[in-house]
């Protein structure tokens, strides 16, 4: 097998193995509906944040 070749065939397993990484799953065909957990949702998106850390322990 020549380099060219190789080469070719290397970017085509990549990029079979990464396309999940970029693609979001299928959603099963039965799907119950989220009303409250997406209004909770929406009315956490129009709300600032506040993002508290500290290391564990403290």
Known sequence: MNYLLQKEVLILVVSYLMI?????????????????LIHHFEAAARKRIVYVTAPAGF
């Open 20 to 36: 999940d990484k970029f693609l979001a799953p299928e959603l099963p065909t039965i799907l119950a509906p989220r009303e409250e």
